[in-house]
Structures are given as C-alpha cells and as structure tokens.
C-alpha cells in the first residue's frame, strides 16, 4: 500500500464550495471540486494538456474546466478538449467521501476501509485544522509523547515538578499502539479548573490508541481524585488525522467531543462549546509553534537519548512503514 491508498482527510467540507480547491496529499496535488449536484470530487491537480493546475480552474455543471485552454474532466477524470473533440484525454481521479465535516480521498478502488470514529453518548464540539511543520512521524511523536505537555501545554497535561510520578504504559498489536498516562495534572486556569470540577492534585488520565490506516489517534481525556473515587465533570475525546502533504508538512485534522456529567440536555455543553473549541485551538497551536523550532526534520531516532516516555516513537515509526506505506513506497517523501 501506498499513501494514498488510505482513505485521508484533505479539506474542510465547508471549505469546498464553488470554486475548487487544491491540496497536496504525500507530495501529489489533488484537485478538489463540487459538481453541480453538490457531490465532492477529486482530479489529480495537474491538467494533462500542459500542466496548469485545474484548482485555478471553474466549475461548469459536473466538470471542472482548466483555466488555459477550456478542456474539461468529470469526477471520474474522463476529459474532453473543444479544440480537438475526438481527442480522449483522461486523468487520475479519486474516491472521495465526505464524513464528520471532512472531505476525505484515497485512490480508485482502494481496499482500504474507512476509519472508524465513535463516540456515542459524547457530543461533538469542533472539527478543525492545523499544519504542522514537520514530516509525518515528528508531527506524530509530538503527539504521541506527554511528557512535553509540563512545559508546551496548559490544560491537557502533567504538573512538570510532579512528571517523575506520572505512569506510562504503552501496549502493541500489529496494527495499534495503546499509550495509557496516569499522573498529578497540571494546575488548570482558575475558570476553566472550577468548570470541569478539577482540583489541584487531581489525577489527569490520557490515554490513546494510534491506529495506521491512515495514520491517526484517539485520545480520552479525563481527571479523577487522586484515590479515584471523584471524577471531574467532562470527559474529552479527540480524534486526530495526520496527513502529510510533503516531506516537510504533516496537516491534522482534529474531531473533538466532549461528555459531561452535568444536568440537562447534553450536559450544557452547547453553551460551552465555543470555549471548548478555542481551548483545542489553543492547545494544537502551541504544538505547532513549538515544532517551529526543531533543529532538522530527520525522522530516524538512531541516536538519540530517548526517555520512557518515548517508548512509542519506535512502535508508530514500526507500523508506520508497515501499515500505512507497505513497506518503503514513500520513504522518500518523508525522509
Ligand atoms: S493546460 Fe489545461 S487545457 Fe491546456
Ligand atoms: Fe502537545
């Protein structure tokens, strides 16, 4: 399998309205469009007459038209020049879906299924998107390690004084990694703490599984009394897809819902919602400024001085080359 063959998350389904929108997916530029029915497409972005991107192109009924000479192609990629009518001049084009607010792609007629995403009893609170500038598997440690949540984050986390205390256990299948955190939270903001019902000391539980076809984690977020017997109020789960766009950008896409114990329909949470959103925002965001700062953008781990908190980077680094690119096809995209 190559990259591609996953099904990814390109774009925001809101951002695709009548003028088509390009993206790049593992290196190759993918012309997103809406025909005139309303239904996503996708073309590769490369018009085979003389190459103009087609996203710089129009929407006329179920074809997009490039911008140069006026051929056209469908969402199956069959194209027609008026120039030369009899002329067959055919594209790539893609398997598109839209679900959760996302518009999704993988190659025609891929094998590979579509992710799962549950979360019954919670309600969703935000689907956004973020770049992160770093190759795919950096862009994945960053968030499959906690132990940077002491100094990058301010609500999601552990006390950095108290990260010696925080347990890590980290379990394998052939085709998942299940990270499992337990220790004393770091001190929220006094609104958000009184809010949520987390108390200084509190214990904050994360846990994940990472799954590569494509490449994403859901993470649990909730807070308990240190002996357990008290849980804080909301309970948070957080989908991310990592899509790398080249061999120095991974995009994620976040799905966030949230459970709360509170009385009332959905627990109050659609009064909260927009809080809740920023503070996602807000937290990916400091990832993202911190990645800013990486010395280079080597994926190996040969040589570094790795902590237990690390243990998964050569787990996912295992599954990512397995899983998600069979063996070495994109390597070099990445590397
Ligand atoms: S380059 Fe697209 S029609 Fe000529
Ligand atoms: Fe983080």
């Given at each position: 399998m190559t990259a591609l063959d996953h099904w990814h998350p390109?774009?925001?389904?809101?951002?695709?309205?009548?003028r088509p929108v390009g993206v790049t997916l593992a290196g190759h530029p993918v012309a997103l469009f809406r025909t005139a029915s309303g239904a996503a497409a996708a073309v590769s972005d490369v018009c085979p007459h003389r190459r103009l991107k087609l996203s710089a192109g129009e929407v006329v009924g179920d074809v997009i038209r490039c911008k140069y000479h006026g051929w056209t192609f469908d969402g199956c990629g069959r194209g027609e020049s008026?120039?030369?009518?009899k002329m067959t001049a055919c594209t790539t084009s893609y398997d598109v879906r839209e679900e959760h607010g996302l518009v999704w792609v993988r190659n025609r007629g891929s094998s590979a299924a579509f992710p799962a995403v549950e979360a019954d009893g919670f309600l969703p609170i935000c689907t956004l998107e973020h770049t992160i500038p770093a190759p795919l598997e950096l862009a994945v440690d960053n968030f499959n390690e906690i132990e940077h949540s002491g100094t990058?984050?301010?609500?999601?986390?552990?006390d950095l004084d108290r990260m010696h205390e925080v347990r890590v256990k980290v379990d394998a299948t052939p085709d998942s990694v299940v990270v499992t955190n337990a220790g004393p939270t770091k001190r929220l903001n006094r609104a958000f703490g009184w809010l949520l019902n987390v108390r200084r000391g509190d214990t904050f539980h994360d846990t994940w599984t990472t799954r590569f076809s494509p490449v994403h984690s859901v993470f649990d977020h909730w807070w308990t009394s240190p002996d357990g017997s008290r849980e804080a109020m909301v309970r948070w789960r957080l989908y991310i897809f990592f899509v790398p766009q080249d061999a120095r950008t991974t995009r994620i896409f976040s799905l966030t819902f949230a459970k709360s114990r509170y009385p009332g329909p959905a627990g109050g949470l659609r009064l909260v919602r927009w809080l809740f959103r920023r503070e996602i925002d807000r937290e990916i965001r400091a990832d993202v400024a911190m990645l800013?700062?990486?010395?280079?953008?080597?994926?190996?781990?040969?040589g570094l001085k790795l902590s237990r908190f690390d243990k998964v980077l050569g787990l996912t680094r295992e599954r990512i080359d397995r899983?998600?690119?069979?063996?070495?096809?994109?390597r070099v995209l990445t590397g």
């Open positions: 390109v774009l925001l389904a809101r951002a695709l309205r009548r008026p120039g030369t009518p990058v984050h301010d609500t999601f986390g552990y800013h700062h990486l010395a280079d953008h080597d994926t190996g781990i040969e899983v998600y690119r069979g063996g070495t096809t994109l």
